[in-house]
């Protein structure tokens, strides 16, 4: 099973982000996908944003985990957004969102993005992982948070 260590880089964390909007924080956060990972922002924006077209990537409490598909990589990353104010990703529960997971996979990842949108949701969905991560001050203390999390085990 996919560990989020293999899916995120110490510097693809953003804490204390500020966005006045979806597409305001997609667009910070393709920058760091560039920055950390050399995978041009405009393609990460457009391909989330088509995305987000299709319906709302919010899956409740406060938590979105936006996605995007692209050409030309090799395996899937992402970036993990704390924001100070949160923003509407069409949640089910019409909750706005203050935990974003933005994940880049290729095109033609298939089977291995699902595991991977399956993996951060599982974390992500703990009610003690979430307000960690609210609580956490640095991104450092984030990327500890997220890291040490071990992989859910079948029953």
Known sequence: MTELTDLVAP???????????????????AAVIEASYAIPAASVLESAMEREHLGGTGVGEGVAVPHARL??????????AILTAPVDFDAPDGRDSDIVFLLVSPVDAG?????ALARVSRVL???????????????????????????????
């Not at 510097?11 to 956060?29: C, E, F, K, P």
């Not at 089977?111 to 595991?115: C, E, T, V, W």
């Open 11 to 29: 510097d693809a964390i953003m804490h204390g982000v500020t966005a006045t909007s979806r597409n305001d924080l997609l667009a910070q956060m």
């Open 111 to 115: 089977a291995d993005h699902l595991k």
């Open 125 to 155: 969905r703990k009610p003690e992982m979430r307000t960690a991560l609210r609580s956490a001050q640095t991104g450092g203390a984030l990327y500890g948070l997220i890291t040490a999390h071990s992989p859910v085990q079948a029953a």
């Open 71 to 80: 050409r030309g990589i090799d395996h899937t990353v992402g970036a993990l």
